[in-house]
C-alpha cells in the first residue's frame, strides 16, 4: 500500500466477496434501473436494446479490470477520487471524485422518485383503491414521502456496514427472483398477445437500423443502468482481503446484472412490443415506469403485486447501498483535504463516515425538492444528465490505472492486459461517449424538450455541475491549499511488487 494512503478509522475484516458483489448489485438496483432507463432505451434503439445493454456493459466490464488492478495496489475508500490523484495529481483527482459524488446525489433523487412511485402502486394494488397509486402525482405527498424514505435510508446506512449488508441480503434476494420470474412468464406468454413479437438475433446487432447519434444516446441510458458497481471498490478497507476482494466482487456483480438485464429486456420485446401504443414500450406514457402497465397481465393481480413489491424493494435497497461510496468518497477527501475535514469523522460505534453521510443525505433532499418543483419532467433529465457523469469519472479512473501502473505494462502479458488494454480500450470509449453525450445533450430534445436559452436542460445538470465544480475547486484550493500542493495525498507511480503479488 502506498504510504501516504491513510487509516480512515472504517470496520476491518467485514465483507466477504459475495457480500461485496451483493451491495454492488443492490447499488445498481436492476429493478429500478430497468424501470428507469427501458423506455429511455427503446425511445432511441427500439429493437436494438438488448445490442445497447451488451454495448453498455463493455466498457463496464473492462473498466471493472482497470478498478481491480488499482484496488489490489491501493485499497483506498476514495477508490476513483484517491487512484486518479495519485495517478494525475489533485486537480484531475478532485474533478474526479466530485463527478463521483455528483452522480451518487442525482442517481439517489431518481431511486427516491421510483421508491415512491411503487409505493403508492403497491399500496393500491394491495387495497384495491386505485386512487392510492394517484398519491405520487401529488407533488406535496410526493416530496414528503421522498423525504421520509431518505430519513430512513440515511439513518439505516449510518448504524454500520453489517446492518447494511444483512438488510441487502433479503432486499436484492427478493428482486432478482421476482425479475426472473417475471422474465420467463413473459416469455412464455407471448405468443399469445397481439404485441408480441418473435425472438430475434438480430436485436443483438448494434451494427444495423440505429444511427450513430441514437445510438450514443442508448449507450448513455445503458451506461446510466450499469452504474453503481464500483460500490465493492469504496468498500476496500471494510473488506476481508483488501486486495482481491472488492475487485472479485464487482466483476461478479457486473456480469450478474448483464445477464439479469439481457433476460428481462428479452422478454418485454418479445411481450410488449416496441410500439408507442397501448403496452408498446415506445409509449411515451409508459416511458418512466415500463413494469406497470406490464405487471397484471404478465403475472396477474398477485404477481405484479409482487412485482411492484420488487421495484419497490429494489429502490429502497439501492436508496440504503448508494449512501455507501458517496459518504465513504466524502470521507476520503475530507480525510485528504480535498474537502472539509468534517468530513472525515467516523462514528465511534458503529465505524461508518456518519457525517458525510447525512451531509449526502440533506443534499439529496433538497436537490430532489428543487428538481421536483421545477418539473415532474426533471428528473428525465437527471438520468440522462447522469450518463455524463459517469462517463466522466469511470473514464479518469480507466485513464488512471494505465498511468500508474506505466512501469508495469510491459513486465508481463498479464501486466499489459489488464493494466494497459483492457482500461485503455474501457477509457477511450467512456471518452468518446462523454464527447458524443455532451455535445448531443445541448439539444432539449434528447430530454424532457425543457431548454433555458435554447439549450437543453440535460446540459446544465451534466456538464454545468461538472462546471461549477471546478469553481467550488478553486475556492477550495485558495483557502486549504495543503491537498493541492500534494501535502496530504502525492502523485506517484505504482509501488513495488513482491513476487509473490506478481503471481498471484
Known amino acids: 500500500m502506498s504510504a501516504d494512503v491513510v487509516d480512515k478509522g472504517l470496520a476491518r475484516g467485514r465483507i466477504g466477496t459475495f457480500a461485496g458483489a451483493v451491495l454492488g448489485i443492490s447499488t445498481v438496483a436492476p429493478g429500478y434501473t430497468l424501470t428507469a ?47 486518479s490523484t495519485k495517478a494525475f495529481g489533485p486537480y484531475i483527482g478532485w474533478m474526479c471524485g466530485w463527478g463521483m459524488v455528483l452522480a451518487t446525489i442525482i442517481v439517489l433523487s431518481n431511486l427516491a422518485a421510483i421508491a415512491v412511485d411503487y409505493f403508492y402502486l403497491f399500496l393500491a394494488q394491495v387495497t384495491g383503491n386505485d386512487a392510492l397509486a394517484d398519491l405520487a402525482g401529488n ?41 426472473v420470474v417475471f422474465a420467463v412468464t413473459a416469455i412464455v406468454r407471448s405468443a399469445g398477445v397481439p404485441t408480441g413479437l418473435s425472438f430475434s438475433m438480430d436485436w443483438f446487432n448494434p451494427f444495423t437500423g440505429v444511427t450513430i447519434a441514437a ?6 441510458g445503458s451506461i446510466f443502468a450499469f452504474w453503481g458497481w464500483d460500490t465493492c471498490l469504496t ?12 475487485g472479485r466482487a464487482g466483476l461478479l456483480s457486473v456480469v450478474s446484472i448483464l445477464i439479469t438485464y439481457l433476460l428481462v429486456a428479452v422478454a418485454v420485446m418479445m411481450y410488449a412490443g416496441v410500439g408507442t401504443e397501448g403496452l408498446g414500450l415506445g409509449n411515451p406514457d409508459n416511458s418512466e415506469n415500463v413494469f ?30 448508494t449512501f455507501l461510496p458517496a459518504a465513504r468518497t466524502m470521507l476520503a477527501m475530507g480525510a485528504y483535504g480535498a474537502f472539509p475535514k468534517k468530513m472525515a469523522s467516523v462514528h465511534p460505534r458503529y465505524l461508518v463516515p456518519t457525517y458525510a453521510t447525512v451531509v449526502s443525505g440533506v443534499v439529496t433532499a433538497v436537490f430532489y425538492t428543487v428538481v421536483k418543483m421545477l418539473s415532474d419532467r426533471a428528473l428525465l433529465d437527471t438520468i440522462a444528465a447522469l450518463g455524463i457523469m459517469i462517463c466522466w469519472y469511470y473514464g479518469i479512473t480507466a485513464f488512471a490505472c494505465v498511468w500508474f501502473f506505466r512501469r508495469e505494462l510491459l513486465r ?8 494497459c488494454l483492457f482500461p485503455a480500450v474501457g477509457g477511450t470509449i467512456l471518452a468518446i461517449v462523454f464527447a458524443i453525450s455532451v455535445q448531443e445533450s445541448l439539444d432539449p430534445a434528447n430530454g424532457s424538450g ?19 465544480g471546478a469553481a467550488l475547486m478553486l475556492v477550495r484550493r485558495a483557502t486549504h491549499p495543503a491537498f493541492f500542493r500534494g501535502e496530504t495525498l502525492r502523485r506517484s507511480v505504482a509501488p513495488p511488487t513482491t513476487e509473490r503479488d506478481v503471481l498471484s
Not at 425543457?450 to 461549477?468: C, K, Q, T
Request: proline content about 5%.
Open 37 to 83: 432507463s427501458i423506455g429511455l432505451i427503446v425511445a432511441a434503439v427500439g429493437l436494438k436494446m438488448p445490442a445497447i445493454f451488451i454495448a453498455g456493459f463493455i466498457p463496464m466490464f473492462l473498466t471493472a479490470y482497470a478498478y481491480r488492478e488499482l484496488n489490489s495496489r491501493v485499497p483506498d475508500c476514495g477508490a476513483s477520487f484517491t487512484w
Open 412 to 419: 508481463s502479458p498479464h501486466d499489459f492486459v489488464y493494466k
Open 235 to 246: 468498500l476496500g478497507e471494510e473488506s476481508k482481503d483488501p486486495t482481491k476482494v472488492p
Open 292 to 321: 406497470r402497465p406490464l405487471a397484471n397481465p404478465v403475472l396477474g393481480d398477485v404477481g405484479g403485486t409482487m412485482l411492484f413489491l420488487a421495484i419497490f424493494a429494489s429502490s429502497i435497497a439501492s436508496l440504503q447501498t
Open 139 to 179: 407533488r406535496a405527498i410526493n416530496i414528503a414521502t421522498t423525504l421520509a424514505f431518505l430519513l430512513i435510508a440515511t439513518a439505516i446506512a449510518g448504524r454500520g456496514i453489517t446492518t447494511s449488508t444483512a438488510v441487502q441480503y433479503v432486499l436484492v434476494g427478493f428482486q432478482m427472483v421476482v425479475l
Open 215 to 220: 445510438f450514443v444516446i442508448g449507450l448513455t
Open 450 to 468: 425543457a431548454s433555458l436559452f435554447g439549450i437543453g436542460i440535460v446540459f446544465y445538470i451534466g456538464f454545468g455541475l461538472l462546471l461549477l
